[in-house]
């Protein structure tokens, strides 16, 4: 868990560093081609990742395995847009891969934490109720087995005196 921890908090930091690079980069090619060139030229550009979700196992814990592959981006930089423009597709694609490297971390970060709670509970249960709860039962059977062995033994003395005595 601790490893997923570490593995969070690097791929995190370094999605925050190439969300900041790219929407610079965005912002660069917005106040270049404005809005509406922008909207334009995004509508005849390809997808630029492939994504596969396939489940997986660990510690009995199922959750996605995501893996995302980038495609090589063709440059548009001839249909009359700017050359930020494909600078900000290729961070935004490479934003998108850790995205989802990120999201498979924290998915399985999150189950893992909700299965230790989990069993937390059951180990407190356990601690604070099932098990004193049976040890005063043991106690009781005991005390209860000891009272009626001292009743036998006092009725065999019981006994052996009235046959000495009779």
Known sequence: MYERIGQYRR???EVENALAEAYRCLSVAHMRMG???IHQAA???EQALTISILPRRSLGIEYPSV???RV???PLGLLGTDISFDTSRERLADVTVLLAQLGEVE???HRLMEEQRKAQKLVNALKYNIIP???RTIRFIQSSLEEEERNGLFQVKLLRERAEAG
């Open 11 to 13: 791929l995190r930091e």
């Open 35 to 37: 809005g509406r060139g």
């Open 43 to 45: 509508l005849g550009v």
């Open 67 to 69: 893996r995302a592959e």
């Open 72 to 74: 090589q981006l063709k």
């Open 107 to 109: 998915i399985a970060l």
């Open 133 to 135: 709860r049976y040890e």
